[in-house]
């Protein structure tokens, strides 16, 4: 196990070099994005409309901040994890976007570990239940998308963040996954107290 910090926009090549179970810190551009933005995201490149940001490189973290605003501009309060499988619908698409990380909690399928693989990502867990603490790298608010049409928890938030962390890696770029690692152990105990 090593530990890696990682500026945006994160190329490529610093992704091969982490091996699921690796610590990661996380310093520079970070954009939410829950359910209804991976979906919002997909029919915009459908209907070959711009999208509102250039993700080359991003870090996507499946989370809804608490917000407030403060002298004009955003404060995140509080922002933890959400279940990243319901994102599994849209590994290929954020594969194609250049998404070098993703962070959420829960792990992600086997289309995202095919993703991750074939474009160069990671799937980084959040401790979850940490919100307060995962907030505090958050430096500043740069912009909000679709705030309006979908309300605080499924706008794009795009934050400024410093040494944000400790993440650990879920999936890594070479097809590893510390949720199958673990998946295997219990079917091998399973199948050692209870043969046959």
């Not at 407030?68 to 501009?73: N, R």
């Not at 907030?135 to 705030?147: D, G, I, N, P, Q």
């Amino acid at each position: 196990m090593k530990t890696a910090n990682l500026v945006t926009p994160i190329a490529r090549e610093e992704v091969l070099k982490l091996d699921a179970g690796d610590v990661v810190y996380i310093s520079g551009l970070v954009y939410t994005a829950r359910d209804m933005a991976h979906l919002k995201l997909k029919s915009l490149l459908a209907d070959k409309q711009s999208l509102p940001e250039d993700f080359e490189g991003g870090v996507i973290f499946h989370a809804g901040p608490v917000v407030k605003k403060e002298d004009g501009g955003w404060k995140i309060w509080v922002i933890g994890p959400t279940t990243s499988t319901r994102m599994e619908p849209y590994a290929e698409m954020v594969g194609r976007l250049g998404v070098r990380a993703i962070v959420g909690k829960g792990g992600m399928g086997e289309d995202t570990l095919k993703s991750l693989a074939e474009y160069g990502g990671v799937y980084l867990l959040a401790a979850p239940g940490c919100g307060v603490i995962h907030s505090r790298a958050v430096k500043r608010v740069l912009r909000v998308h679709w705030l309006e049409e979908m309300g605080v928890p499924e706008a794009i938030w795009v934050m400024e963040v410093a040494d944000w962390g400790p993440l650990v890696v879920g999936m890594d770029a070479h097809g590893r996954s510390i949720f199958q690692n673990i998946a295997r152990k219990a079917t091998a105990l399973k199948e050692q107290w209870f043969p046959g």
